[in-house]
């Protein structure tokens, strides 16, 4: 019996793999050995066929690829399933029957129990994916069947985008190099390289690209920057934030309106298909759309043309598609909130974006780029953040990502006089991180001294003669402190 958290540990391990390799081999390995290891099979097979339904195999036997073979359709189990879409479960030796001789070939030892399910829907199968057990080991249920249909929803997914990346790297090559990428994306972590470079790749096709992470990423910015590099970048870029607006208005926000079309249609009015036409459209929340909505999305993807409401002309639209969402779109596909069909026709391409805490290095450039940004806006001249200040915010977990970041350092630059950003001009969740987080920092003696005049400041009410008493110094010196350490009255 699979326990509930390991089914869930191999479902995330698999989206893991999806967003960690775009490599057909490498997808098909890691996710072999990911599901031998959850059921705990001797051996697994995944069979993949390509657009001429010629087919390949692969064999591993815990985790490891050992054989590619051919396979034959009318004697091979996998093949059979691959082309037919009904899975198989087997749960003992005696029933093996017609298949019992072929299987010795594919593995060196005596098969008792057998699964193989199908990979992709109806019309667009693609393979299959099989685990095997030795004689006289447990046997494989309805259980295991279930949860390895489930497996192969998810490996349909990262399988085709794999593919589509491979062709997108190809369409490119040699075309565009990161370096010559218009963009405005900060950062040097090795995910935001990969990012960089998966723009440049899609930037040049018409892939539908689909755009995850949390709130706050940079989704809206990576949008624009395969923008600004594809050949449409002279046409518009249109934004439509679907999760704003209501199914009533959704039809003619997308599509337009003739006059007349309904009361206080008084004039004709193009829709956002029609807008973003020669240009981009970007789909932004798509994860809380309605079904509604989904259905008539997906109806001009499909057929690239559409009416305005109350308009009987056909009006045909080449807008190139990318969406983006900051929920767990698969999840929601589970609970029946959004058509599969229409995230596969969004999601050609997946570009991921890592939250902010697991990529931290790149905190030290965005601080260094808002203020930058925020010296021209605010007409300021910060030069840089304190010690201690940094490793705050470096320890800080940002769930708000970049945006929460580019906030707090706007904040400080507002709150603050002279040319350092100090701790206390951080908001209090970034101040009070814990010791633990911020890994025991020891602020210097200038940092503390700081901090220590500025409680007794506070304490006084900015009394400075009061304050000057307390900490046992002259009024003049406290008087220079105050201007070298830059302090001022805290704004309410
Ligand atoms: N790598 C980056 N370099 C510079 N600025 C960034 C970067 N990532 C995000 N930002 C900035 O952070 C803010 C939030 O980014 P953006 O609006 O693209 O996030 P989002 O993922 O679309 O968020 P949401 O899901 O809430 O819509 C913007 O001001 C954006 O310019
Ligand atoms: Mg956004």
């Known amino acids: 019996m699979i326990q509930d958290v390991t089914k869930l540990n191999t479902l995330l391990e698999i989206s893991n793999i999806v967003h960690s390799t775009l490599e057909v081999n490498s997808v098909v390995n890691l996710i072999l050995g990911t599901v031998t290891e959850a059921l705990k099979a001797d051996a697994g097979t ?16 815990k985790g490891e690829e050992i054989k590619n073979l ?6 091979d189990i996998e093949a059979w399933v691959a082309t037919s879409g009904e899975s198989v479960l087997i749960p003992e030796r005696d029933k093996l029957g017609r298949f019992k001789d072929r299987l010795k070939d594919v593995v060196d030892f005596k098969i008792g129990s057998l699964i193989c399910v199908p990979l992709g829907l109806e019309d667009k199968r693609i393979g299959s994916l099989e685990v095997v057990n030795k004689e006289g080991k447990p046997v494989f249920t309805e259980i295991e069947e279930d949860f390895l249909k489930e497996i192969a929803h998810h490996v349909v997914n ?5 593919k589509l990346y491979a062709k997108a790297s190809q369409e490119n090559k040699g075309l565009k190099e990161i370096l010559e990428l218009k963009h405005t994306i900060i950062g040097e972590s090795r995910s935001v ?38 050949p449409v970048k002279d046409g518009p870029f249109v934004e439509i934030n679907c999760a704003a607006i209501p199914d009533t ?12 079309a309904f009361t206080g249609a008084a004039y004709t009015r193009k829709g956002k298909f ?14 809380s759309m309605s079904l509604m909505a989904q259905a008539k999305i997906l109806r001009v993807l499909q057929e690239r043309k559409f009416e305005r409401v109350g308009g009987q002309r056909m009006i045909t639209t080449d807008a190139r598609i990318i969406a983006a969402t900051n929920i767990d779109i698969l999840e929601t596909i589970k609970r029946g909130g959004f058509r599969e069909d229409l995230y596969y026709r969004l999601n050609e391409i997946n570009i991921y974006l890592l939250p902010l805490r697991d990529r931290k290095e790149d905190i030290p450039f965005l601080i260094e780029h808002f203020i930058e940004e925020f010296n021209s806006e605010l007409n300021r001249d910060v030069k840089r953040v304190s010690d201690v200040a940094i490793k705050h915010l470096m320890g800080y977990e940002w769930f708000g990502n970049v945006r929460e970041l580019r906030s ?17 001009h951080l908001p209090f969740e970034v101040r009070f991180i814990s010791e633990e987080v911020n890994g025991g920092v020891i602020p210097s003696l200038e940092e503390m001294e700081r901090e220590h005049i500025l409680k007794a400041l506070a ?14 110094i002259s009024r003049p010196t406290l008087d220079k402190k105050i201007k070298t350490y830059g302090l001022v009255v805290k704004q309410k």
Do not use: C
């Not at 995944?46 to 036997?61: A, C, G, I, P, S």
């Not at 051919?70 to 004697?75: A, F, G, T, V, W």
């Not at 990262?158 to 794999?162: D, F, G, L, V, W």
């Open 46 to 61: 995944l069979l993949l066929m390509n657009k001429d339904h010629q087919l390949y195999f692969r064999v591993t036997e």
């Open 70 to 75: 051919k396979p034959r359709m009318e004697k």
């Open 158 to 162: 990262s399988i085709r985008n794999a």
């Open 193 to 230: 390289k990969e990012t960089l470079s998966l723009i440049g790749k899609v930037s040049g096709t018409k892939v539908s690209v689909l755009i995850t992470g949390e709130t706050g990423v940079g989704k809206e910015l990576v949008a624009r920057a395969i923008h600004e590099n594809s």
């Open 249 to 260: 208005l959704l039809e003619s926000e997308l599509f337009g309106y003739e006059k007349g």
């Open 274 to 287: 029609e807008l973003a036409d020669g240009g981009t459209l970007f789909l932004d929340e798509i994860g």
């Open 408 to 424: 707090a350092i706007k904040r400080a630059m507002i709150l603050m006089e002279g040319d350092v950003i100090h701790l206390e």
């Open 459 to 472: 304490y006084t009410d900015w009394n400075k003669t009061q304050t000057a008493q307390l900490l046992k």
